[in-house]
T-cell receptor
């Protein structure tokens, strides 16, 4: 019962480098999403997916790519890191629709610093 | 742009007191959810209320929803030091977008022993 697993927990990148943040869930959730959290701004949606092969943009998609080749995995790629992408990144998943008490299950986050 | 906005931004109370946080939103919703985040951790789902519900309870939590005013409140009764955390409301849209949650900036709650 791992839930949502994010790796790495911490990362420092240089401007212009690329990297992939990993997210995996073992709950057979159809819906997966990526958020970034900046001080005082809550969580902003980057990209989301409603199933394998289907992705869409959220509020702040620029500079990020996603793909969903399996139900379990939803990696987030930073194409060319910029200091403005310094943030804490959260992956979350849920069943599609809203059953009784449904909500997101969040990973523990990846703290990314771009220097 | 954020859909939900919490009020107050910060709240400081003593153990045993009740804590009330409010959330306002702008567009029609399918559901509204509340989450808790302890410092440096991921968010934890607390409670979900649907647009056709007015009130919901879960343990010491009571959530109300007023769709005519586009607002919700979260009441934590008999607060404990362990309730110290940030609390976020999140709204799910209509027309199949109910899974796509938009979060507010949160309320920081400090409960002092």
């Amino acid at each position: 019962n791992a839930g949502v697993t994010q790796t790495p927990k911490f990362q420092v990148l240089k401007t212009g480098q690329s990297m992939t943040l990993q997210c995996a869930q073992d709950m057979n959730h159809e819906y997966m999403s990526w958020y970034r959290q900046d001080p005082g701004m809550g969580l902003r949606l980057i990209h989301y997916s409603v199933g394998a092969g289907i992705t869409d943009q959220g509020e702040v998609p620029n500079g990020y790519n996603v793909s969903r080749s399996t139900t379990e995995d939803f990696p987030l790629r930073l194409l060319s890191a910029a200091p403005s992408q310094t943030s804490v990144y959260f992956c979350a998943s849920s069943y599609l629709g809203t059953g009784p008490g449904d909500g997101y299950t969040f990973g523990s986050g990846t703290r990314l610093t771009v220097v | 742009s954020q859909q939900g906005e919490e009020d107050p931004q910060a709240l400081s109370i003593q153990e045993g007191e009740n804590a009330t946080m409010n959330c306002s939103y702008k567009t029609s919703i399918n559901n509204l959810q509340w989450y808790r985040q302890n410092s440096g951790r991921g968010l934890v789902h607390l409670i979900l209320i649907r647009s056709n519900e007015r009130e919901k309870h879960s343990g010491r939590l009571r959530v109300t929803l007023d769709t005519s005013k586009k607002s919700s409140s979260l009441l934590i009764t008999a607060s404990r030091a362990a309730d110290t955390a940030s609390y976020f409301c999140a709204t799910g849209g209509v027309s199949g977008g109910y899974n796509k949650l938009i979060f507010g900036a949160g309320t920081r709650l400090a409960v002092h022993p």
